[in-house]
């Protein structure tokens, strides 16, 4: 078993200090770059020029403003050290869906880059983009009634306008606290819109059920009448396949084998594995366990739930604080014991490293989010991986394919979309083929709700176009849900980055 | 060109269009003259408060009074101009405990509700109230749209009769004094239409109208001075003026007032999408040309940044500033401004200087402008020898009859929520006579939501002049300042109004717009004007337009042709986008007669 219990112990004294960790150490350099943009407008020049940028506008305007060390705002105390004795708002609301975000629309000049950006409001004229959706509506909104407009409904949350936006505009967080606010005032209880929401946003309960007896479900979820059902009854599409459960389960595994296989002072990693990982592709979580121990590492798997990704896309933020309540309560812990944080889904990382600190007001959140890695990201900051990739002994020829790589939107907001290819391209005998910049389509549980599908698959039409113009006919992403979408729309089998990995340092895991 | 009317009321403002309203549904025949827009001196140069009494409640109890009672009138028959914001006189830990005390008193005395709050009490209501706001009183103080306001006014009093003229200013009053009298009388005026009568189109040909009248009505405010020259009567009016500025997004949705004896930058009103900081006070002596300096806007942030700390960040859109019409009567020989009454003067000319047919309104506040048009009419009515009640007090503003029903505009017009909902509560009762449309209804701001049919509907009364569609609608007054929209404005002028004149409409809302843009040109709204800049160079060649010169554009130089081709000649040859340093951009040169 592993040997870190969960420590529950009160840290809030310390969180003060990890906003030194922010500007200190070299770590930080290849992370959060998300929202690193805002940097380059907080130098701000004369004196009377000297209103702070926007980015930390918002996180004035936020609930987290009392919090240092704001990575949300990557301009990093350094460039603003009045924003904490200068200016600090009262919590004055029950929650984060009634946060006013109505200042973040300062940074907006309307140049509609978002927009143009949105791989939704591309194939779907009736979608009136992100520059509506954040700044515009925000602007136009007042406090004292629920009027988002519905079309929230139709944003993917894939984050994209973050990317695009030049000014730092906080697009993805008014779209989460809108959509908060739409499900929260707006949608009745008893809708099936609202039923649906629950139910693909808390995959985790449904995973947990699935895997008492996998098999049994497997069958009957593969069932075309179940699935014919679910898409009338629920409005889940019958066009997908459900993803199929493990026979065992990650963490099931990870307790047969006894947890950590290597110990260590100084080379320590926590785990945050997330539901697919878990119950549907345990096959991830062992590559980045045996890939992580070949370079000496310790691994931690603690205690954890739903990253929330798919609950902030549906609005259910509630559920959503619940769930990070323990993911940042058992990872800060073991951050204090020197652990960092590593994940293996790229929309994991992005909610703890930018929705956290965004949406919600934790202990710890702060800490976490400056603390938290890629799995590949990690290993290319700490590790010489091109040259241990290169010395590998494997013949990496005779049993490994050529891959077509898209980068998941969510590791593009983080600035990970050329890592794969860097990486594939160190291995010896393998073509990785960037299958480009387009959005897959899916965005987690977009693409499964029966009137999203369309869009979902126009969307994915230009990266099927792409995978079928490669030579190599096996997928490889760090998206649990691009993956289906890749395989859905071609066919060809998905693997994960962590998986060449394995294969080319450790030889070890799943066959190709 | 001749014409007769009862009563001449000259000056377009609240107190113009009010006595306007007034008198016309007493059955007077009235014809209103303003020589820019409606709202084009004081009324559309101010923060938009619509005051409970709170600020004088300590030094004017009367003028708290009347606040108060006309408070509680316009929030019934102006509804639709009006937001219930409320009001907070608050209390930083200098100001002393004592005034606390006696503006609660006074609130009390003056039959202001009132209600004490602590200071976290206050930041629950307005999280952004700096930490060390130790108390608070709340009063009804709301906020007011005084375009709409004053458009609704002269609609009221068109559908009773008046004739109401925009762009027509006085260039004389026509004095009678008969030979042998000492006696004088003023029986007229005489206007110039800049581009005819009737509602505005850009280039039609000035005209002269004299216009004969049974009696003037002097409401030109702070040019009511000018006027009383034109007749030999002199009012003694001291334009104060006053600067304030435009937030992007409202910091507050409740008017922030410090609670302080009077001083400057002491507001904060919510103003629709908007926040505005006011204000300054300072003797000036033209009404029309006077500095507009830094120092001021400098002195709103430092002032104002003490209650709501946000504020230090704010994005600004622009910064304005309006010259009060003060008058203090002969004699009384205050020094500051600030001392100077608030209250109104009506000046009966004939008891005061021996000139009858003449009345000359001074004074007063935007907030009690119905009460002040309701003695001016009373007066007016009894020179005319007219008996009847007034009864603007009891009937609704056009738009006001009933709340506009957002529910009906967000499904019957399939528009957005947001959209819907400012969209009718501009329009009021009128949402569905305007919004009810077959056409497509896209949305032409986008920053204040405001789509064609409303632009529409606004062009029917303010022609060519898209300044007067501005007041009317808000369109092109969001944070892009008309940089995405003022374009899209001007073709809603086609195909009704000629090409040069949808150009020369054009320009001219551009101008007003950059006129109060660059006194608030820093950080975000500097890189706002810069991209503005490239857009409507790039996509309108708006920097150097070859349809404005007097050249033959060179086509050829747009299109090179196949290589080799050689084209035009000299700098013309550059991409459209090529810019003259000395752009028509120039700051000094913009002091643009606007609004």
Same mark, same amino acid.
């Given at each position: 078993?592993?040997?870190?219990?969960?420590?529950?112990?009160?840290?809030?004294?310390?969180?003060?200090?990890?906003?030194?960790?922010?500007? =200190?150490? *070299?770590?930080?350099?290849?992370?959060?770059?998300?929202?690193?943009?805002?940097?380059?407008?907080?130098?701000?020049?004369?004196?009377?020029?000297?209103?702070?940028?926007?980015?930390?506008?918002?996180?004035?305007?936020?609930?987290?403003?009392?919090?240092? *060390?704001?990575?949300?705002?990557?301009?990093?105390? *350094? !460039?603003?050290?009045?924003?904490?004795?200068?200016?600090?708002?009262?919590?004055?609301?029950?929650?984060?869906?009634?946060?006013?975000?109505?200042?973040?629309?300062?940074?907006?000049?309307?140049?509609?880059?978002?927009?143009?950006?949105?791989?939704?409001?591309?194939? $779907?004229?009736?979608?009136?983009?992100?520059?509506?959706?954040?700044?515009? @509506?925000?602007?136009? !909104?007042?406090?004292?009634?629920?009027?988002?407009?519905?079309?929230?409904?139709?944003?993917?949350?894939?984050?994209?306008?973050?990317?695009?936006?030049?000014?730092?505009?906080?697009?993805?967080?008014?779209?989460?606290?809108?959509?908060?606010?739409?499900?929260?005032?707006?949608?009745?209880?008893?809708?099936? @819109?609202?039923?649906?929401?629950?139910?693909?946003?808390?995959?985790?309960?449904? =995973?947990?059920?699935?895997?008492?007896?996998?098999?049994?479900?497997?069958?009957?979820?593969?069932?075309?009448?179940?699935?014919?059902?679910?898409?009338?009854?629920?409005?889940?599409?019958?066009?997908?396949?459900?993803? %199929?459960?493990?026979?065992?389960?990650?963490?099931?595994?990870?307790?047969?084998?006894?947890?950590?296989?290597?110990?260590?002072?100084?080379?320590?990693?926590?785990?945050?594995?997330?539901?697919?990982?878990?119950?549907?592709?345990?096959?991830?979580?062992?590559?980045?366990?045996?890939?992580?121990?070949?370079?000496?590492?310790?691994?931690?798997?603690?205690? @954890?739930?739903?990253?929330?990704?798919?609950?902030?896309?549906?609005?259910?933020?509630?559920?959503?604080?619940?769930?990070?309540?323990?993911?940042?309560?058992?990872?800060?812990?073991?951050?204090?014991?020197?652990?960092?944080?590593?994940?293996?889904?790229?929309?994991?990382?992005?909610?703890?490293?930018?929705?956290?600190?965004?949406?919600?007001?934790?202990?710890?959140?702060?800490?976490?989010?400056?603390?938290?890695?890629?799995?590949?990201?990690?290993?290319?900051?700490?590790? $010489?991986?091109?040259?241990?990739?290169?010395?590998?002994?494997?013949?990496?020829?005779?049993?490994?394919?050529?891959?077509?790589?898209?980068?998941?939107?969510?590791?593009?907001?983080?600035?990970?979309?050329? @890592?794969?290819?860097?990486?594939?391209?160190?291995?010896?005998?393998?073509?990785?083929?960037?299958?480009?910049?387009?959005?897959?389509?899916?965005? *987690?549980?977009?693409?499964?709700?029966?009137?999203?599908?369309?869009?979902?698959?126009?969307?994915?039409?230009?990266?099927?176009?792409?995978?079928?113009?490669?030579?190599?006919?096996?997928?490889?992403?760090?998206?649990?849900?691009?993956?289906?979408?890749?395989?859905?729309?071609?066919?060809?089998?998905?693997?994960?980055?962590? %998986?060449?990995?394995?294969?080319?340092?450790?030889?070890?895991?799943?066959?190709? | 060109?001749?014409?007769?009317?009862?009563?001449?009321?000259?000056?377009?403002? +609240?107190?113009?269009?009010?006595?306007?309203?007034?008198?016309?549904?007493?059955?007077?025949?009235?014809?209103?003259?303003?020589?820019?827009?409606?709202?084009?001196?004081?009324?559309?140069?101010?923060?938009?408060?619509?005051?409970?009494?709170?600020?004088?409640?300590?030094?004017?109890?009367?003028?708290?009074?009347?606040?108060?009672?006309?408070?509680?009138?316009?929030?019934?028959?102006?509804?639709?101009?009006?937001?219930?914001?409320?009001?907070?006189?608050?209390?930083?830990?200098?100001?002393?405990?004592?005034?606390?005390?006696?503006?609660?008193?006074?609130?009390?005395?003056?039959?202001?509700?009132?209600?004490?709050?602590?200071?976290?009490?206050?930041?629950?209501?307005?999280?952004? &109230? /700096?930490?060390?706001?130790?108390?608070?009183?709340?009063?009804?103080?709301?906020?007011?749209?005084?375009?709409?306001?004053?458009?609704?006014?002269?609609?009221?009093?068109?559908?009773?009769?008046?004739?109401?003229?925009?762009?027509?200013?006085?260039?004389?009053?026509?004095?009678?004094?008969?030979?042998?009298?000492?006696? /004088?009388?003023?029986?007229? #005026?005489?206007?110039?239409?800049?581009?005819?009568?009737?509602?505005?189109?850009?280039?039609?040909?000035?005209?002269?109208?004299?216009?004969?009248?049974?009696?003037?009505?002097?409401?030109?405010?702070?040019?009511?001075?000018?006027?009383?020259? &034109?007749?030999?009567?002199?009012?003694?009016?001291?334009?104060?003026?006053?600067?304030?500025?435009?937030?992007?997004?409202?910091?507050?949705?409740?008017?922030?007032?410090?609670?302080?004896?009077?001083?400057?930058?002491?507001?904060?009103?919510?103003?629709?999408?908007?926040?505005?900081?006011?204000?300054?006070?300072?003797?000036?002596?033209?009404?029309?040309?006077?500095?507009?300096?830094?120092?001021?806007?400098?002195?709103?942030?430092?002032?104002?940044?003490?209650?709501?700390?946000?504020?230090?960040?704010?994005?600004?859109?622009?910064?304005?500033?309006?010259?009060?019409? &003060?008058?203090?009567?002969?004699?009384?020989?205050?020094?500051?401004?600030?001392?100077?009454?608030?209250?109104?003067?009506? &000046?009966?000319?004939?008891?005061?200087?021996?000139?009858?047919?003449?009345?000359?309104?001074?004074?007063?506040?935007?907030?009690?402008?119905?009460?002040?048009?309701?003695?001016?009419?009373?007066?007016?009515?009894?020179?005319?020898?007219?008996?009847?009640?007034?009864?603007? #007090?009891?009937?609704?503003?056009?738009?006001?009859? +009933?709340?506009?029903?957002?529910?009906?505009?967000?499904?019957?017009?399939?528009?957005?929520?947001?959209?819907?909902?400012?969209? #009718?509560?501009?329009?009021?009762?009128?949402?569905?006579?305007?919004?009810?449309?077959?056409?497509?209804?896209?949305?032409?701001?986008?920053?204040?939501?405001?789509?064609?049919?409303?632009?529409?509907?606004?062009?029917?009364?303010?022609?060519?002049?898209?300044?007067?569609?501005?007041?009317?609608?808000?369109? +092109?007054?969001?944070?892009?300042?008309?940089?995405?929209?003022?374009?899209?404005?001007? /073709?809603?002028? +086609?195909?009704?109004?000629?090409?040069?004149?949808?150009?020369?409409?054009?320009?001219?809302?551009?101008?007003?717009?950059?006129?109060?843009?660059?006194?608030?040109?820093?950080?975000?709204?500097?890189?706002?004007?810069?991209?503005?800049?490239?857009?409507?160079?790039?996509?309108?060649?708006?920097?150097?337009?070859?349809?404005?010169?007097?050249?033959?554009?060179?086509?050829?130089?747009?299109?090179?042709?196949?290589?080799?081709?050689?084209?035009?000649?000299?700098?013309?040859?550059?991409?459209?986008?090529?810019?003259?340093?000395?752009?028509?951009?120039?700051?000094?040169?913009?002091?643009?007669?606007?609004?």
């Amino acid at each position: 078993m592993f040997g870190h219990a969960p420590d529950d112990g009160d840290e809030s004294d310390e969180t003060e200090s990890s906003c030194g960790c922010e500007a =200190g150490s *070299g770590e930080s350099d290849g992370s959060a770059e998300s929202r690193s943009t805002s940097e380059v407008r907080s130098d701000g020049g004369e004196p009377s020029d000297e209103r702070r940028p926007t980015s930390e506008l918002c996180s004035d305007g936020g609930i987290d403003a009392d919090v240092p *060390g704001d990575p949300g705002s990557a301009g990093g105390a *350094g !460039s603003h050290p009045s924003s904490d004795d200068e200016f600090e708002p009262v919590q004055v609301f029950p929650d984060s869906t009634e946060q006013d975000l109505r200042p973040g629309a300062d940074s907006c000049y309307k140049c509609s880059t978002c927009d143009t950006n949105c791989p939704v409001a591309e194939v $779907d004229d009736e979608f009136p983009g992100p520059k509506f959706q954040g700044p515009e @509506q925000w602007r136009l !909104s007042r406090d004292d009634a629920p009027e988002i407009d519905d079309s929230i409904d139709k944003c993917s949350n894939c984050m994209r306008c973050d990317h695009a936006c030049p000014t730092d505009v906080p697009l993805s967080q008014m779209h989460n606290t809108a959509r908060g606010r739409y499900v929260d005032d707006q949608l009745s209880k008893l809708s099936i @819109q609202y039923l649906r929401k629950k139910i693909l946003s808390n995959y985790g309960r449904l =995973g947990r059920l699935g895997s008492l007896f996998p098999r049994t479900t497997n069958f009957v979820m593969g069932n075309r009448a179940v699935r014919w059902i679910t898409d009338r009854t629920l409005g889940i599409t019958d066009e997908r396949e459900f993803p %199929e459960f493990a026979t065992q389960t990650f963490r099931s595994w990870w307790d047969e084998r006894g947890g950590a296989q290597v110990q260590s002072e100084d080379r320590r990693v926590a785990y945050f594995h997330g539901d697919y990982a878990n119950y549907n592709t345990p096959e991830v979580g062992k590559a980045l366990v045996r890939v992580f121990e070949s370079f000496g590492y310790e691994v931690a798997v603690p205690r @954890q739930r739903c990253s929330g990704t798919p609950m902030f896309a549906n609005g259910m933020l509630d559920d959503a604080r619940r769930a990070a309540t323990v993911n940042v309560t058992e990872f800060d812990a073991l951050i204090e014991e020197g652990y960092d944080v590593v994940c293996s889904c790229t929309s994991c990382s992005m909610a703890l490293r930018q929705e956290y600190p965004e949406l919600f007001d934790i202990d710890g959140t702060e800490r976490v989010a400056a603390n938290t890695y890629d799995a590949v990201e990690y290993l290319r900051i700490h590790e $010489d991986l091109r040259e241990e990739l290169a010395d590998a002994e494997t013949d990496a020829d005779d049993e490994l394919p050529d891959l077509a790589y898209h980068a998941p939107c969510h590791a593009r907001n983080q600035g990970l979309a050329e @890592q794969a290819l860097e990486v594939g391209d160190a291995v010896e005998g393998v073509d990785v083929d960037d299958v480009g910049d387009s959005c897959s389509g899916i965005s *987690g549980t977009y693409g499964w709700k029966s009137k999203h599908y369309d869009t979902s698959m126009a969307i994915g039409d230009e990266m099927f176009d792409h995978m079928e113009d490669s030579e190599a006919e096996t997928g490889m992403t760090e998206c649990p849900t691009c993956a289906m979408q890749m395989e859905h729309g071609t066919g060809y089998d998905v693997r994960h980055t962590l %998986e060449l990995l394995e294969a080319t340092l450790v030889g070890e895991g799943e066959a190709w | 060109m001749e014409s007769n009317t009862g009563a001449l009321v000259i000056g377009g403002g +609240s107190t113009g269009t009010g006595v306007a309203r007034d008198l016309a549904m007493r059955g007077v025949d009235v014809t209103l003259v303003e020589k820019g827009n409606l709202t084009h001196g004081t009324t559309g140069r101010m923060h938009g408060l619509l005051h409970s009494g709170g600020r004088y409640a300590v030094s004017d109890q009367p003028s708290a009074v009347e606040c108060i009672e006309e408070n509680r009138i316009l929030r019934d028959i102006a509804s639709h101009c009006v937001e219930e914001t409320g009001g907070l006189f608050v209390k930083r830990p200098e100001d002393t405990e004592e005034y606390f005390e006696t503006k609660l008193e006074g609130c009390q005395e003056c039959g202001i509700p009132t209600e004490v709050l602590s200071g976290a009490e206050a930041r629950e209501m307005e999280p952004y &109230l /700096a930490q060390d706001v130790d108390r608070a009183i709340r009063v009804p103080d709301g906020a007011i749209d005084p375009f709409r306001l004053c458009v609704a006014n002269a609609e009221s009093a068109t559908n009773h009769g008046a004739r109401i003229e925009t762009h027509a200013e006085v260039v004389d009053l026509l004095v009678d004094e008969p030979a042998g009298t000492d006696e /004088a009388a003023v029986v007229g #005026a005489e206007i110039r239409h800049e581009s005819g009568t009737g509602s505005r189109t850009h280039g039609e040909q000035t005209e002269i109208e004299t216009i004969y009248a049974d009696h003037v009505i002097n409401a030109a405010g702070a040019w009511a001075g000018q006027l009383g020259d &034109l007749a030999g009567v002199d009012v003694a009016v001291q334009p104060a003026k006053g600067a304030m500025t435009v937030t992007n997004v409202r910091q507050v949705d409740t008017v922030i007032n410090r609670c302080r004896p009077k001083g400057d930058a002491d507001i904060l009103v919510p103003h629709e999408t908007t926040a505005i900081l006011g204000t300054t006070d300072e003797a000036v002596d033209d009404p029309e040309h006077y500095p507009e300096e830094q120092r001021e806007v400098d002195l709103l942030f430092e002032q104002l940044t003490d209650l709501v700390p946000i504020l230090e960040d704010a994005r600004t859109l622009r910064t304005f500033w309006g010259v009060r019409p &003060l008058y203090e009567p002969p004699g009384t020989g205050t020094q500051d401004t600030g001392d100077i009454t608030r209250d109104f003067f009506l &000046l009966d000319h004939a008891d005061r200087d021996g000139v009858t047919g003449f009345t000359s309104i001074v004074g007063g506040k935007f907030t009690t402008y119905r009460a002040m048009a309701e003695e001016i009419s009373d007066h007016v009515c009894d020179r005319l020898g007219v008996s009847a009640d007034c009864r603007t #007090a009891d009937v609704p503003l056009p738009g006001s009859e +009933s709340p506009g029903r957002l529910d009906d505009a967000m499904d019957r017009y399939g528009l957005r929520s947001p959209i819907a909902r400012r969209s #009718a509560e501009r329009l009021g009762s009128k949402t569905e006579a305007v919004l009810g449309t077959d056409e497509p209804n896209p949305v032409v701001c986008e920053c204040e939501a405001v789509t064609r049919a409303e632009l529409q509907n606004a062009i029917e009364s303010a022609g060519s002049d898209l300044n007067d569609v501005r007041i009317r609608t808000r369109a +092109s007054m969001g944070n892009c300042q008309g940089g995405i929209c003022a374009h899209r404005m001007a /073709a809603e002028l +086609s195909p009704e109004y000629e090409s040069p004149t949808v150009r020369a409409a054009h320009d001219e809302l551009l101008q007003e717009r950059w006129k109060g843009e660059r006194h608030a040109l820093w950080g975000e709204q500097l890189a706002q004007a810069a991209l503005n800049y490239a857009l409507h160079a790039t996509t309108m060649n708006l920097d150097r337009d070859p349809a404005r010169t007097d050249d033959d554009p060179e086509y050829a130089a747009f299109d090179t042709g196949p290589p080799g081709h050689t084209a035009g000649t000299g700098d013309t040859t550059a991409a459209a986008d090529g810019g003259r340093p000395t752009g028509s951009r120039s700051a000094d040169e913009e002091g643009h007669d606007g609004d």
